[in-house]
């Protein structure tokens, strides 16, 4: 009688278990999820009104994924602020009947960061993602559902880029941003007549 070929052999399965520790132990991460400091904790999170709410949601769920503490706004330490967004989308291609072929359909958020009494630990920044589709005249109901799909690839992006920002604020460089705010508010007052 032959060996079974359901179980994988010995070495086989000892390749896959070091793997496994392997990749446990060097940090490795699903879903490209950048780690966000216990420092920033618990963060808020405002999204002004122009902000789409899935893309809203969608930050939320990453830093939640994350292990983030999210607290409404006067019960957390840290604010994270979605201020504004724009999106636009362009022919990329054209066909010989000089209708659109592909389009380009491009993302873009404003974010900042605010410590309680509104010391900035990230000024506004600018965070883009753009992906292109392509567009058929024929099938107008299906490019739709696909333009919804891309904008909400680009919503993910978004809030993967967003999190990679918030990475560097560990404890140490916050309490030196805090320091540096109260080192010139404290000159600020001492020129002041």
């Not at 739709?144 to 993910?156: A, I, S």
Request: proline fraction near 5%.
């Amino acid at each position: 009688m032959g060996r079974s070929t359901d179980r994988p052999s010995l070495p086989t399965a000892l390749a896959i278990v070091g793997l496994s520790i392997l990749l446990s132990a060097c940090g490795f991460h699903l879903r490209g999820a950048a780690p966000v400091s216990a420092a920033l904790q618990p963060l808020a999170v405002a999204c002004s009104d122009d902000i789409p709410a899935p893309l809203c949601a969608t930050v939320k769920d990453q830093l939640e994924l994350g292990g983030v503490e999210l607290a409404q706004g006067d019960q957390a330490d840290y604010t994270l602020r979605l201020t504004r967004f724009e999106q636009s989308r362009r022919a990329s291609a054209i066909t010989l009947q000089g209708s659109a072929a592909e389009y380009d359909l491009r993302q873009r958020v404003w974010m900042d960061v605010m410590a309680a009494g509104n010391l900035p630990l990230v000024a506004e920044a600018e965070v883009r993602s753009s992906e292109t589709f392509r567009y058929d005249e024929a099938n107008v109901l299906a490019k739709r559902r696909e333009q919804q799909e891309v904008e909400e690839t680009l919503y993910q992006r978004l809030a993967q880029q967003i999190l990679f920002r918030l990475t560097p604020l560990t404890e140490p460089r916050i309490n030196t941003l805090k320091q540096q705010a109260t080192d010139a508010a404290n000159q600020h007052q001492g020129t002041t007549p």
